[in-house]
């Protein structure tokens, strides 16, 4: 039932910042949970076809981690990516052809609150299976259903979040 409302939140957030698509990331996983789009091919797509955003992640994980929202520009100017951090386990991201509107980042900061009450805390489930909705980002074709690259493959660094259980 959260994820129905995680997914209508996430296409209110594309619809008013007039987002390209928007997503959230199991970062203790390291892939898509749910997005804006119909799959996380579709998703994935989004970005893989913007050769302005390869390379361009730089200092994007440490600034995430350090103040919890991290934005960035692309090389042509002509596209933009926030991200909050919630729970610090999962990372909402929002891609925008040009900068943003103005008043999306209250927007973005609202949402990244909104889910706090309905992602869960800590760290996931032992499973290595993906869920069937989100599908693995980094694996081949972006996971079942989509096609498309994972982050990996976009330079986008997600496993820095992933932590290390105990031995």
Do not use: N, Y
């Amino acid at each position: 039932m959260q994820d129905l409302e995680v997914k209508a939140l996430l296409d209110a957030v594309k619809d008013g910042v007039e987002a390209t698509a928007v997503g959230i990331i199991d970062g203790g996983r390291g892939w898509l949970h749910l997005s804006s789009e119909r799959s996380p091919g579709s998703f994935w797509a989004a970005f893989t076809r913007l050769d302005c955003l390869r390379g361009a992640w730089g200092e994007w994980d440490q600034e995430l981690l350090a103040s919890g929202a991290a934005g960035i520009l692309c090389r042509c100017g002509g596209h933009s990516v926030q991200t909050r951090m919630v729970h610090t386990r999962w990372i909402l991201v929002v891609l925008c052809e040009g900068p943003l509107v103005a008043g999306a980042e209250k927007v973005v900061e609202h949402a990244a609150q909104v889910l706090q009450g309905l992602l869960p805390l800590g760290l996931p489930p032992q499973s290595s299976e993906p869920p069937d909705e989100g599908g693995p980002v980094g694996g081949p074709g972006g996971g079942p259903g989509g096609g498309g690259q994972g982050p990996a493959e976009l330079g986008i660094p997600v496993a820095w979040i992933r932590r290390r259980r105990p031995d």
